[in-house]
């Protein structure tokens, strides 16, 4: 579904990412480690067209999006959720979710899909009138997915999504985006600095250090690699 050959980014002078390589097979949870810094948010980047790659090749459905814009990434479906979340604070729940369906016109699909999201996540339904800005940290990012979801996506890529929030909730999170792969069909981008709860529900892993790609391999080898749990399992 998605492969990335060779990607090299660059801000200004700083080299981000040096050929980094990656395949995301159809209805898989893939999952994207390493340390602060490493280049995972900017892959993310690369892929939906906020960065522009200096080499390389995105090949997306057998297409090349390395030099698409953004907006005709995210009409393809393959749908990114930021680190941080980034709710429209002063909307409330059921408007932020009507945002991401800006692109869609059948209204009986947005509604069984609102549906299906609140669903997912109830305490999004119980505060569906609450402005999201004064939601918590785990709720927001319930919402981010959320409204990924009403943009009709085939391809979700998650930043982070445990980042900032208490561990009761990310485990909810967690069980929920392996719901929807599993129900909805959605292959997965994950991009985790929590690399246990990552190595858990992806099937294959890839191990980012300074913008290369240092290892990969199925999630639970990976997990057993002695390398990988010194440096980021806490082993
Ligand atoms: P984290 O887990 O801390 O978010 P990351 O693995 O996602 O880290 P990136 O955010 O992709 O890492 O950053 C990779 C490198 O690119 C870092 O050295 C970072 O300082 C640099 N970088 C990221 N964004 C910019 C920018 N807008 N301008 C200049 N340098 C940047």
Not at 79 to 102: D, I, S
Not at 159 to 176: M, N, Q
């Amino acid at each position: 579904m998605l492969e990335v050959e060779n990607l090299h980014v660059s801000y200004g002078a700083i080299k981000a990412l040096h050929g980094v390589s990656l395949k995301v097979p159809p209805g898989s949870i893939v999952t994207l480690i390493g340390a602060n810094g490493a280049g995972k948010s900017t892959t993310l980047r690369a892929l939906s067209g906020l960065v522009k790659p200096t080499e390389g090749v995105i090949r997306y459905d057998g297409h090349d999006i390395a030099r698409m814009p953004a907006n005709r990434i995210v009409s393809r479906g393959l749908c990114h959720v930021p680190e941080g979340r980034m709710v429209f604070a002063n909307l409330t729940v059921r408007e932020n979710l009507k945002m991401g369906a800006y692109l869609q016109k059948d209204r009986k699909w947005i509604a069984e899909q609102t549906d299906y999201v609140f669903g997912l996540f109830p305490r999004l339904k119980e505060r569906e009138n609450q402005a999201a800005g004064t939601l918590s940290g785990g709720e927001q990012q319930m919402l981010a997915i959320g409204r990924a979801m009403l943009s009709k996506p085939r391809f979700l890529m998650l930043d982070e999504p445990s980042l900032g929030i208490a561990p009761l909730l990310v485990k909810t999170i967690f069980e929920r985006i392996v719901e929807i792969n599993r129900e909805q069909g959605l292959t997965i981008l994950l991009v985790e600095q929590n690399a246990n709860l990552a190595l858990e529900v992806s099937t294959y892993g890839y191990v980012l250090e300074t913008g290369r790609i240092l290892l990969e391999g199925p999630s639970a080898e990976l997990k057993a690699n002695p390398q990988v749990q010194e440096a980021y399992l806490g082993a």
